[in-house]
């Protein structure tokens, strides 16, 4: 790809000598994920937003989504002109059905259900709500890319689903995202949305059709090339993971007033994270400043994180924009300023996640355990 100079991922069919990185890609990640079909793009941000016109869903949609979720899901909403409702999470970090029942008004057409932080939704229940009020189920498994439930990966499971490759993430692309599908039409649609309307049809890009409105949402060969390595060692990946989270958690389990997270289905875990519940919200803050004490870094206390909860979103109660949006004119749904969501506070109050490393060794990870397990049985003797 460098010796040819090629780096756009469409077209120039006689000069790359028949390198497509991006196809290899989307390939890969199919064959991973188990997906008929995957389009790789610039971001995950993007693929949220690719997930969600392919699938329809636009402007006045009524799109219920978590309070709890990286900022991208709920932005991805308003830019497409739809309007956010905000519903209740359980321990599973994930929207519940209970919530999401909850929320449904007659103008509910969509959910945007994220799987957050390496595990996955209650998914039988949720898929069950979604066709008693045949709503289009939208997956954001930005943080749960290789994660399954029951033996399908998690983002197969609604109509369409995405992932993020950024940094961040266990397989990356420095930056990119995928939408996949198990639906040909949708996934027409959204490699004409991504390309700007591009039909990719004929050898002369600038004589294509163009039969949809699109934008710029396109990966670039180098980037996918960096993804399509990344994702080859997604299986290695998952296997350590795996092994040091199950030491962290064995560890961890014998203090009292520790637990974790609800995995719906144990086995399908990314391991990407190590999500451990304290009894309360002051616990947690205790237990925090004991971390901060000692040294403990590599965990996210997201009760105060200012772009996974919705506490800090002070842009999106006031609705702050750099120009006019949809919602502006059609109202928003809910207060945004006055939501009652106790259930998601009382969850992520008691929250506190360690990213997993598969480059630890053992004796690496028995250490942290050991370090966490301090902290949390001086945070916890404070008021025993």
Same mark, same amino acid.
């Given at each position: 790809?460098?010796?040819?100079?090629?780096?756009?991922?469409?077209?120039?069919?006689?000069?790359?000598?028949?390198?497509?990185?991006?196809?290899?890609?989307?390939?890969? !990640?199919?064959?991973?994920?188990?997906?008929?079909?995957?389009?790789?793009?610039?971001?995950?941000?993007?693929?949220?937003?690719?997930?969600?016109?392919?699938?329809?869903?636009?402007?006045?949609? @009524?799109?219920?989504?978590?309070?709890?979720?990286?900022?991208?899901?709920? @932005?991805?909403?308003?830019?497409?002109?739809?309007?956010?409702?905000?519903?209740?999470? /359980?321990?599973?970090?994930?929207?519940?059905?209970?919530?999401?029942?909850?929320?449904?008004?007659?103008?509910?057409?969509?959910?945007?259900?994220?799987?957050?932080?390496?595990?996955?939704?209650?998914?039988?229940?949720?898929?069950?709500?979604?066709?008693?009020?045949?709503?289009?189920?939208?997956?954001?498994?930005?943080?749960?890319?290789?994660?399954?439930?029951?033996?399908?990966?998690?983002?197969?499971?609604?109509?369409?689903?995405?992932?993020?490759?950024?940094?961040?993430?266990?397989?990356?692309?420095?930056?990119?995202?995928?939408?996949?599908?198990?639906?040909?039409?949708?996934?027409?649609?959204?490699?004409?949305?991504? /390309?700007?309307?591009?039909?990719?049809?004929?050898?002369?890009?600038?004589?294509?059709?163009?039969?949809?409105?699109?934008?710029?949402?396109?990966?670039?060969?180098?980037?996918?090339? *960096?993804?399509?390595?990344?994702?080859?060692? !997604?299986?290695? *990946?998952? @296997?350590?993971?795996? @092994?040091?989270?199950?030491?962290?958690?064995?560890?961890?389990?014998?203090?009292?007033?520790?637990?974790?997270?609800?995995?719906?289905?144990?086995?399908?875990?990314?391991?990407?994270?190590?999500?451990?519940?304290?009894?309360?919200?002051?616990?947690?803050?205790?237990? !925090? /400043?004991?971390?901060?004490?000692?040294?403990?870094?590599?965990?996210?206390?997201?009760?105060?994180?200012?772009?996974?909860?919705?506490?800090?979103?002070?842009?999106?109660?006031?609705?702050?924009?750099?120009?006019?949006?949809?919602?502006?004119?059609?109202?928003?749904?809910? /207060?945004? %300023?006055?939501?009652?969501?106790? %259930?998601?506070?009382?969850?992520?109050? $008691?929250?506190?996640?360690?990213?997993? $490393?598969?480059?630890?060794?053992?004796?690496?990870?028995?250490?942290?355990?050991?370090?966490?397990?301090?902290?949390?049985? %001086?945070?916890?003797?404070?008021?025993?």
């Amino acid at each position: 790809m460098l010796e040819t100079g090629i780096l756009f991922r469409y077209n120039h069919d006689a000069q790359r000598n028949n390198i497509w990185k991006a196809r290899e890609f989307e390939n890969e !990640v199919k064959k991973l994920l188990g997906a008929k079909y995957a389009h790789a793009v610039s971001s995950g941000s993007t693929a949220v937003a690719c997930a969600m016109a392919s699938a329809g869903i636009g402007a006045g949609d @009524e799109v219920i989504v978590p309070p709890f979720t990286f900022i991208a899901s709920v @932005e991805a909403v308003l830019f497409a002109g739809a309007l956010p409702v905000f519903a209740e999470i /359980d321990e599973t970090l994930c929207l519940s059905a209970k919530g999401i029942k909850a929320a449904i008004t007659p103008k509910t057409k969509a959910v945007l259900l994220v799987h957050m932080c390496g595990g996955m939704a209650q998914m039988d229940e949720i898929l069950r709500v979604c066709k008693e009020h045949n709503l289009t189920l939208i997956e954001d498994a930005g943080q749960a890319f290789a994660a399954s439930y029951k033996g399908t990966s998690v983002g197969l499971m609604g109509k369409t689903g995405c992932y993020s490759f950024d940094f961040f993430k266990i397989a990356t692309c420095g930056e990119g995202g995928v939408m996949v599908t198990n639906d040909e039409q949708c996934y027409k649609n959204a490699d004409v949305y991504s /390309d700007h309307g591009h039909s990719h049809v004929g050898n002369n890009r600038g004589m294509e059709p163009h039969p949809l409105l699109g934008f710029n949402y396109r990966i670039s060969e180098l980037s996918a090339a *960096i993804g399509l390595a990344q994702t080859r060692k !997604v299986p290695f *990946i998952l @296997e350590k993971n795996r @092994e040091h989270k199950k030491i962290l958690t064995d560890i961890l389990s014998k203090v009292p007033g520790v637990s974790f997270s609800t995995l719906p289905d144990p086995a399908g875990d990314s391991a990407t994270f190590l999500n451990m519940f304290l009894p309360d919200t002051e616990a947690a803050k205790r237990t !925090v /400043d004991e971390f901060n004490k000692a040294g403990v870094a590599g965990f996210n206390y997201w009760f105060l994180n200012m772009y996974h909860f919705i506490n800090q979103w002070d842009h999106i109660k006031n609705l702050d924009a750099a120009a006019k949006l949809p919602i502006h004119l059609l109202g928003a749904p809910q /207060d945004y %300023k006055n939501l009652h969501l106790p %259930k998601s506070q009382e969850v992520v109050g $008691r929250l506190i996640s360690f990213g997993i $490393r598969c480059t630890w060794t053992n004796e690496e990870v028995k250490a942290l355990g050991n370090k966490i397990s301090g902290c949390v049985e %001086k945070a916890l003797a404070v008021h025993a």
